[in-house]
């Protein structure tokens, strides 16, 4: 099993910047891409970005330029710093992670964009 846990989500007004992090842990072995997905009210989920374990990355056209994921090997963690911010990024944000073609999520944080 894969424990995914989120934190870092709150109040933000436009223009700010907030960082998530989504710390691993478990039968973390094998996970060979871990990303953030979001969801927000009234909307479909939507894919946000991904690192794969090569070190890659990959962001959706509405977030490129003002999020930027990372990860901690050291610390099984990952990283999205968004800046910018815009009230159409408020959402719930999820952490995924692929292992070995299973995807997983964590249990999400909220982030909301308002002033």
């Known amino acids: 099993q894969v424990q995914l846990v989120e934190s870092g989500g709150g109040l933000v007004q436009p223009g700010g910047s907030l960082r998530l992090s989504c710390a691993a842990s478990?039968?973390?072995?094998?996970?060979?891409?871990m990303g953030w997905d979001r969801q927000a009210p009234g909307k479909q989920r939507e894919w946000v970005a991904t690192?794969?374990?090569?070190?890659?990355?990959n962001y959706a056209d509405s977030v490129k330029g003002r999020f930027t994921i990372s990860r901690d090997n050291a610390k099984n963690t990952v990283y999205l710093q968004m800046n910018s911010l815009k009230p159409e990024d408020t959402a719930v944000y999820y952490c995924?992670?692929?292992?070995?073609?299973?995807?997983?999520w964590g249990q999400g944080t909220q982030v909301t964009v308002s002033s």
């Open positions: 995924y992670a692929n292992r070995v073609g299973i995807y997983l």
């Open positions: 478990g039968s973390i072995s094998g996970i060979n891409a």
């Open positions: 690192i794969v374990s090569g070190g890659s990355t």
